[in-house]
């Protein structure tokens, strides 16, 4: 399940870092932000994005049921890693290396709408009509599996359903350009991260 858990935040919360390259593609389109979000279908909660430098420092929170189970969750993006742990049982987590610096490479122009469009051109989605959604005019990207909506590469809606399990994810509340404390970056001392293997 804790894989599960980090696959599904990995392709949203990202960090494409390229060492060797004049530009750095960043993330967002904005320098700072609080997004808070709502789960619902077979995962019921809520969620928390803090994020810092254009989206170069993350950090995810999740409370959430699933399955009949509660569930918490940290899942921080930093230098070349997601590190993710669960705060109920801060002995131990895991990390693993950005899945998205190969995609970055491949994001043709170099700014965060063509990044975000590539990326999501890789899970089988196409490009469709803009839609607003709080207010803001979010690129769509559409297919077999749902849609997705995202706004200076943010991810403001996801409606999914994979082998008859749907899922509905949604920005309600956005704070942006706004100071973040710098806590929520911060790693565990006491957590041995293990390392995952690469998924893509």
Request: charged share 25%.
């Amino acid at each position: 399940m804790k894989n599960l858990f980090l696959l599904t935040f990995s392709l949203f919360f990202i960090l494409p870092k390229l060492a060797g390259q004049e530009t750095t593609l960043k993330p967002y389109g904005l320098k700072s932000g609080i997004i808070d979000y709502s789960y619902s279908g077979d995962k019921v909660g809520k969620g928390t994005l803090y994020f810092e430098d254009y989206g170069m420092k993350s950090a995810m929170y999740t409370d959430a049921v699933e399955d009949g189970e509660k569930r918490k969750g940290w899942v921080v993006t930093y230098g070349d890693y997601q590190y993710m742990w669960d705060p109920d049982d801060p002995t131990e987590g895991m990390k693993l290396k950005n899945p998205m610096i190969t995609w970055i490479k491949e994001a043709s122009k170099g700014d965060v709408e063509s990044f975000t469009e590539s990326m999501y051109s890789k899970m089988g989605f196409s490009k469709a009509p803009d839609e607003t959604f709080l207010g803001k005019p979010c690129k769509v990207m559409k297919g077999n599996m749902g849609k997705v909506l995202t706004w200076n590469g943010i991810l403001m809606l996801l409606d999914m359903k994979v082998m008859g399990t749907g899922s509905h994810q949604e920005a309600t509340r956005i704070q942006t350009n706004v100071p973040v404390e710098g806590k929520y970056f911060v790693l565990p001392k006491n957590i041995e991260f293990s390392e995952m293997p690469m998924m893509f």
